[in-house]
């Protein structure tokens, strides 16, 4: 059972989406504007995030990156809509995911369940390329013998990466098998996870050694 926090203004969304999310298993607490959240979230840090970007006072953009300058808690946006303003607002803000209202209940279920099985570890030991080293078992990430802190998305993006340096992933391959969408996806989640991996594991994001663009194609991680 995961322990979510929602923060939503809409009373009648917040409570169907609390009661739809309860019956899916999850424990879930609410909050109905930004400063509330922050104050559940500093209270009692939940697994996971579920928020509205349009709330009133302190909007969703600001909550999302004073959550993510706190710590790694996956975030899922609520947007009314899916324009590229609160998409690309929100992914730089550092979302994980977004879902565009109304969500069917078992939809966002099935979201907040791919983020966090992004948590568990593979069995396959010990990368080391160049200064990075990546344990797979441990989910530890260490550049340069300092820890490098990741969020549960940006960990699996960097552990499918990474796994089969050179080889080029298509931004549809990494949305399966990382975001696991089934459905052709939206390549502006995994280019603003990739940025903001770029951001912590690289000594120059422009010029990347690591997390590597093939124009055209997709990323792949740089050789060792």
Known sequence: MAQILLIEDDPLV?????????????????????EDGLDEFRASTPDLVV????????????????????????VIMLTARGDDFDVVGGLEAGADDYVVKPVQPTVLDARIRAVLRRGTSTPDGVRVHRDLRIDTSALTVTLRDEPVMLTPTELRLLLTLSRAPGRVFSRQQLLEEVWEHDYLGDSRLVDNCVQRLRAKIEDTPASPEYVQTVRGFGYRFGRV
Not at 15 to 33: F, P
Not at 51 to 72: H, K, N, S, Y
Request: charged content about 25%.
């Open 14 to 34: 917040r409570r169907g989406m609390q009661l739809a999310l309860s019956r899916h298993g999850h424990d879930v607490r609410v909050a109905d504007t930004g």
């Open 51 to 74: 928020l509205d970007l349009m709330l009133p006072g302190v909007d969703g953009f600001e909550v999302c990156r004073r959550i993510r300058a706190a710590g790694q808690v996956p």
